[in-house]
């Protein structure tokens, strides 16, 4: 495995730079995408890069409220043993949106010193995955597109908060008076993405009210890609509370509107940097349609880390723009994996079944496994749709219930070849742990619906 360390010398030329900075937060995204970690002193940060920083075994498989999981093997068994992380390169920048002057790095485990852990550590996953790619010659280039809703942030009494939107609640897609009336939020937002090198692009008013959409730029280094990813998301909460707003990532936060996916854009280059899927033919080069072949076979053994949570399966239903079956087309947005329209040399696929409630570490580690699945087997993914995807006949559909999920994840032979058996096992017990929990819970809809009727 190549060489992941940030080196000291980052450390101390942010420090420099930076003489005013009193915190530093570094931080750890477990398989929720859960941010975890410690708050620093700048004098500490030296010795973050030089030896590491510890975190107990079990913190790598928390539920996403943070409670152990007995029986994930990481905590009695190895004495819930302390585990190294060392920073992620060139991810050291500052918080702009917090009162005092604070900085961020992000940390990963260490491959060896980071064990028993590490072998679950979702952004390890992704680079394995990627550097399976470098040692065939290949080079994924990937983006992240992130959808949302922006709510009131003084409404913590009512459940659930209402949307941010100078149009009341009915929908004005594409309206750019909405992006005009949150002009405040969006030049902190644009501002704080310059001082932390992340490459936001436009942003537009989605279906929802109050919902929006911001595109990451491509990246040929994939892994830096779903850095800014999950950075991004931090920032854009980060900004979000500045502002009295609340940014939900829920993938289904309110019944009568659309749910927020995460759109994962992807392209393959070869040694010499050309782009293996760039075409004049709209449809692409054969190793698109078999990296798309490969995705469509893979998608229902990876949907628990394309839809990781109990909200997330309310996201999909017909009509929705959150596909049912793993279909493909071109410039179509009914269909699962889109080939967006654009020049020859800009074919790619837009992966369209994450919710934006999906960890991008290990979503991509999904997408990139199914990409490398199609192209060494070659699977012909069939024709495209053409038209409404939804009335697609014939073809499977995605597991639909969490449970279901679940358990085709941790029985997936694919699954633990491309992220390990022991990652499936641990993944698979905190998620069924969660599902216990969640279906033991007595909520108002359950009074609702049963109170007067049985």
């Known amino acids: 495995m190549t060489t992941h360390r940030a080196p000291l010398a980052e450390a101390e030329a942010f420090l420099a730079q930076n003489p005013d900075i009193r915190h530093i937060h570094m931080l750890h995204t477990d398989n929720n995408g859960v941010q975890r970690g410690k708050s620093l002193r700048p004098d500490e940060l030296p010795m973050l890069y030089e030896q590491g920083r510890p975190l107990p075994s079990s913190s790598a498989a928390l539920t996403v409220h943070g409670e152990d999981v007995e029986n994930t093997g990481l905590l009695w068994e190895v004495g819930d043993v302390d585990c190294l992380l060392f920073p992620v390169p060139g991810t050291l920048v500052r918080c702009p949106w917090l009162p005092g002057p604070t900085a961020q790095v992000l940390v990963m485990l260490d491959p060896e010193l980071g064990m028993p852990s590490a072998v679950t550590d979702p952004r390890l996953a992704a680079m394995r995955l990627i550097e399976r790619y470098h040692a065939e010659g290949l080079t994924p280039v990937m983006a992240v597109e992130l959808e949302f809703y922006l709510l009131q942030g003084d409404s913590a009494t009512r459940r659930p908060p209402l949307p941010v939107t100078p149009r009341g609640v009915h929908p004005h897609v594409y309206c750019l008076e909405e992006v005009e009336a949150l002009a405040p939020f969006f030049d902190d937002l644009y501002r704080a993405c310059d001082s ?215 029985a997936s032979a694919i699954a633990k070849d491309y992220l390990t058996p022991r990652m499936v096992e641990v993944y698979a017990a905190v998620k069924r742990f969660e599902c216990r929990q969640f279906m033991g819970e007595v909520t108002a809809q359950d009074f609702d619906w049963y109170l007067q009727t049985v």
């Open 196 to 410: 932390q090198g992340l490459p936001a692009e436009t942003a537009i008013s989605e279906f929802g009210p109050g919902q929006l959409e911001i595109t990451l730029h491509h990246r040929a280094d994939a892994l830096r890609a779903l850095d800014e990813g999950v950075m991004f998301r931090r920032l854009i909460k980060g900004i979000a509370q500045k502002h009295g707003y609340i940014a939900c990532f829920m993938a289904k936060p309110f019944a009568a509107h659309s749910g927020s996916g995460m759109h994962l854009h992807l392209s393959v280059n070869d040694r010499e940097g050309r782009n293996i899927f760039a075409s004049e033919d709209p449809a692409g080069t054969p190793a698109l349609r078999q990296a798309i072949g490969g995705m469509a076979a893979t998608a229902a053994d990876f949907m628990a880390l394309f839809a990781p949570h109990a909200n997330s399966y309310r996201r999909f239903c017909a009509n929705s723009y959150a596909p049912l079956t793993p279909t493909w087309g071109i410039n179509n947005r009914t269909v699962a994996l889109r080939i967006p329209g654009g020049p020859a040399d800009t074919r790619h696929v837009e992966h369209r079944i994450c919710g934006a409630d999906a960890n991008p570490y290990l979503a991509a580690s999904a997408v990139l496994a199914g990409v490398h699945y199609g192209m060494t087997r070659q699977i012909d993914p069939g024709p495209p749709v053409v038209g409404n995807g939804y009335a697609t006949t014939g073809v499977a559909a995605l597991p639909q219930y969490w449970p279901e999920a679940i358990e085709r994840f941790a």
